[in-house]
């Protein structure tokens, strides 16, 4: 089964008021596609950073990250954000919704991005799926933490890509 998620000797060296932090130690792995994986530890052991790095909003130190067959290294950015569009959804702990947007937009909006026509019709579907279609018109403060959270899932999953990676 071909590999969704390959990383090869990656470091991340982050800087902080106390000087440099080694938060990824040589971190290696080979993911098949098809295959759901947690990640587990104590706070502050790296989880979220590992996740941004997967996700291609951290660059590593050193080594190599792969999605899909695909370098994350030799992208530039805007090659990375397209990538990252098309082919992960990202749940962010802090959901990250837009708080001047409907629930209905901030999960359209992904779809806007690519061109998609019917981007409102599909959002709409994904709030259904996560028992949201009663809030589409609601705004993030409008919303309780779990309804905002649901919201933040159906916008990584309505692109259908083709890696997940919740924090």
């Known amino acids: 089964m071909p590999s969704i998620l390959k990383l090869d000797h990656v470091d991340l060296h982050l800087k902080s008021e106390a000087g440099s932090v080694h938060i990824l130690k040589d ?7 098809s295959k759901t994986v947690g990640v587990m530890g104590p706070s502050g052991s790296g989880k979220t950073t590992l996740l941004m790095v997967l996700g291609g909003l951290e660059k590593p130190t050193s080594g190599t990250v792969e999605v899909a067959g695909t ?18 959804g990202i749940v962010f702990q802090n959901f990250h919704l837009i708080p001047t947007m409907t629930a209905l937009e901030n999960v359209a909006i992904p779809l806007e991005f690519a061109g998609h026509k019917d981007a409102f019709k599909k959002a709409a579907e994904a709030l259904a799926a996560v028992g949201l279609e009663a809030r589409v018109k609601h705004y993030p403060g409008q919303l309780s933490g779990g309804e905002q959270q649901r919201v933040a899932i159906a916008r990584a999953f309505v692109t259908t890509p083709r890696l997940i990676l919740a924090d």
Do not use: H, K, M, Q
């Open 27 to 33: 971190v290696s792995l080979d993911l098949p596609a």
């Open 71 to 88: 370098t994350l290294g030799g992208l530039s950015e805007d090659a990375l954000a397209i990538f990252r569009r098309d082919n992960i």
